[in-house]
């Protein structure tokens, strides 16, 4: 089983999917373009959740 076809892909791996995440501050979900996004834009908007994770 090792002649599997690949689907073509017409984006790169690297590429990261937009998906639907659950925010880390209101736990609304949102949806996420960056693996490193994990807050909402509203959450984001309101730049109180840098305090917030400083902690
Ligand atoms: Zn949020």
Do not use: V
Not at 13 to 30: G, H, I, P, S, V
Not at 34 to 52: F, L, N, V, Y
């Amino acid at each position: 089983m090792s002649n599997r076809k690949r689907k073509k892909n017409s984006k790169p791996q690297r590429e990261y999917e937009a998906k639907t995440r659950k925010c880390l501050m209101c736990r609304d979900e949102f949806t996420s373009r960056h693996p490193g996004e994990r807050i909402c834009a509203s959450c984001k908007g309101t730049a109180a959740w840098r305090e917030g994770m400083a902690l």
